[in-house]
């Protein structure tokens, strides 16, 4: 004896589709912000006037430790040029930029292979200052 099954027809409701795609985009706003390099502690160093930069691929962050980091991991400065290479790969030129962070009281025997390694790499390095308020 076979018994007959009713067919269940399930609709989801248009209304959830717009929450769970407003929690998607928080997800993803939430994950973004995770990468960046706040958990490091530096201080920018200042000058009298800033220009503002577009979109970077490889961020170093030197921070108040004297450590280095590569887009928020932490290496040495041996491997800093091959880690720059890695990041940018085919980036065309215009758009090899390399944002570098040093801690204002950084000496600048700790920044200058900094500065070859990202020219050696083939970078186009752009270093945060913060403006001087008078």
């Not at 007959?4 to 407003?22: H, N, Q, T, Y």
């Not at 706003?29 to 200042?46: F, P, Y």
Request: cysteine-free.
């Amino acid at each position: 004896m076979k018994i007959p099954r009713k067919s269940l027809k399930v609709e989801v409701p248009s209304v959830a589709m717009g929450d769970i795609a407003f929690n998607l985009l928080i997800f993803f706003v939430i994950l973004a912000k995770a990468q960046d390099d706040g958990h490091l502690k530096w201080k920018a160093a200042e000058t009298p006037k800033v220009e503002p930069t577009d979109h970077v691929k490889v961020s170093i962050v030197v921070d108040e430790k004297n450590d280095l980091y590569l887009n928020g991991r932490q290496l040495g400065i041996n491997q800093l040029a091959a880690g720059i290479e890695h990041a940018l790969r085919d980036a065309p030129a215009g758009s090899r930029t390399v944002l570098l962070k040093i801690h204002d009281e950084t000496q600048a025997q700790r920044f200058e292979p900094i500065i070859e390694a990202v020219s050696a790499a083939g970078g186009e390095m752009v270093h945060v200052l913060r403006e001087k308020k008078p």
